[in-house]
Nanobody, 124 residues
Framework: QVQLVESGGGLVQAGGSLRLSCAAS????????MGWFRQAPGKEREFVAA????????YYSDSVKGRFTISRDNAKNTVYLQMNSLKPGDTAVYYC?????????????????WGQGTQVTVSS
């Protein structure tokens, strides 16, 4: 069982930056691939970024590529999402997810554990 707790969300102006953190419980964090997803009001949850167990491999949605960076610190059981050049369209609840596999995946259904989410609001 893995418990995930996100933090770092908030209100920011367009063009600004935020860094989300996701702290995971358990001693097997390094055996999980991790992902970030987001859900805006009235929309389905969508993939944002993913990282494999070691941090060597990452993947991004086209909408955030070049602006967001996913990283992890296995010693701290934490995964991060650095978000730069934020746009109003990035406004959503952001969720951290853990996949019981070494390899990353972009599909919601591939992830076994989810955090409660953190709100990110970007004003124009």
């Amino acid at each position: 069982q893995v418990q995930l707790v996100e933090s770092g969300g908030g209100l920011v102006q367009a063009g600004g930056s935020l860094r989300l953190s996701c702290a995971a419980s358990g001693r097997t964090f390094s055996s999980y691939a991790m992902g970030w997803f987001r859900q805006a009001p009235g929309k389905e949850r969508e993939f944002v970024a993913a990282i494999n167990w070691s941090g060597v491999s990452t993947y991004y949605s086209d909408s955030v590529k070049g602006r967001f960076t996913i990283s992890r610190d296995n010693a701290k059981n934490t995964v991060y999402l650095q978000m730069n050049s934020l746009k109003p369209g990035d406004t959503a609840v952001y969720y951290c997810a853990a996949r019981a596999s070494y390899g990353l995946d972009v599909r919601n259904i591939a992830y076994n554990y989810w955090g409660q989410g953190t709100q990110v609001t970007v004003s124009s």
